[in-house]
């Protein structure tokens, strides 16, 4: 069974910093690129960061870039999320994902359950 668990989230101060983690199990971890994506309270999904296979490629959306970093360690099946400089609209429930390519275009197949991240005074 394909599986995706987040951990990691809390409630840190604006400026701060905090690191999620995602473990993957029931898939061969190394042979997919994997995504983070996030939700706002009361707003749609948005996509945050991707990463290739071997992990030395990265992509951030506007927002995070430059303040994110998004890494993984094939040997762990795990996938890292540092943030850093956290601003209050970085609060949101953050998700990793397995991403398939199709048709040129990217998907989410696998999703974790979230873990909350909160950036408050």
């Known amino acids: 069974e394909v599986q995706v668990v987040e951990s990691g989230g809390g409630l840190v101060q604006p400026g701060g910093s905090l690191r999620l983690s995602c473990v993957g199990s029931?898939?061969?971890?190394?042979?997919?690129?994997m995504s983070w994506v996030r939700q706002a309270p009361g707003k749609g999904l948005e996509w945050v960061s991707r990463?290739?296979?071997?992990?030395?490629?990265?992509y951030y959306s506007d927002s995070v870039k430059g303040r994110f970093t998004f890494s993984r360690d094939n040997a762990k099946n795990t996938l890292y999320l540092q943030m850093d400089s956290l601003k209050p609209e970085d609060t949101a429930v953050y998700y990793c994902?397995?991403?398939?390519?199709?048709?040129?275009?990217?998907?989410?197949?696998?999703w974790g359950q979230g873990t909350q991240v909160t950036v408050s005074s």
């Open positions: 994902a397995r991403v398939i390519y199709y048709n040129n275009n990217y998907y989410f197949d696998y």
């Open positions: 029931g898939f061969t971890f190394s042979n997919y690129y």
């Open positions: 990463i290739n296979t071997a992990g030395w490629k990265t």
